[in-house]
């Protein structure tokens, strides 16, 4: 049973950056996509994007672009996406979930949705 | 970009009771890729059904999803106190972004 394990809490000052990884234990995550998830305290979740590690193709929500780098490292089943010019409306705890899935020249999608999900990360941007 | 609108927004039921929540996309899209999220209270959220109606491993009969054109539902029959939670639904079949409902909170009486 692949499990999702995310890095620890963060404390970021407003303008840097943060990387959150999310380790696949159990099984290579070679034909699944890693999304990321936001949610801001009190609120709904935010898809901010996502990776198939199979071919790399990255999809990213527009109000993240230029923003956020996802990428993995296929010998070590990890999973990373790196946020920058962090502002304190990006305090929320972000979470990585996986499915099994599968590409097209553009994007990638899932075919049975994400069915695995990481324990969240809590990203607090705070001067 | 496919927008969900989920209602309603809370949803107040004693056990035993059926529950029905609704969620509508703002264009249609192919293939029924919608799933429906569990998410209790300082948890991650859990995969309850994809493809429109299929259960995800270990989720209970009791949990049924359904379509018509622009409309899903989810249908919780049986209602028991561990159902209490924030329901969302996502598309996750059409182009990126994989956008979520808004989400509908189900209260236990």
């Known amino acids: 049973q692949v499990q999702l394990v995310q890095s620890g809490a963060e404390v970021k000052k407003p303008g840097s950056s943060v990387k959150v990884s999310c380790k696949s234990s159990?099984?290579?995550?070679?034909?699944?996509?890693i999304s990321w998830v936001r949610q801001a305290p009190g609120q709904g979740l935010e898809w901010v994007g996502g990776i198939i590690p199979m071919d790399g193709t990255t999809n990213y929500a527009q109000n993240f672009q230029g923003r956020v780098t996802m990428t993995t490292d296929e010998f070590t089943n990890t999973a990373y996406m790196e946020l920058s010019s962090l502002r304190s409306d990006d305090t929320a705890v972000y979470y990585c979930?996986?499915?099994?899935?599968?590409?097209?020249?553009?994007?990638?999608?899932?075919?049975?949705?994400?069915?695995?999900w990481g324990q969240g990360t809590t990203v607090t941007v705070s001067s | 970009e496919i927008v969900l609108t989920q209602s309603p927004g809370t949803l107040s039921l004693s056990p035993g009771e059926r529950a029905t929540l609704s969620c509508r996309a703002s264009q249609t899209f192919s293939s029924g890729y919608l799933a429906w999220y569990q998410q209790r209270p300082g948890q991650a959220p859990r995969l309850l059904i994809y493809s429109t109606s299929g259960r995800a491993a270990g989720i209970p009969e009791r949990f049924s999803g359904s379509r018509s054109g622009t409309d899903f539902t989810l249908t919780i029959s049986g209602l028991e106190p561990k159902d209490s939670a924030v329901y969302y639904c996502q598309q996750y079949g059409a182009s990126p972004p994989y956008t979520f409902g808004q989400g509908t909170k189900l209260e236990i009486k």
């Open positions: 979930a996986s499915g099994d899935a599968s590409s097209t020249s553009r994007y990638f999608y899932y075919y049975h949705g994400m069915d695995v």
């Open positions: 159990g099984g290579s995550f070679r034909n699944y996509a």
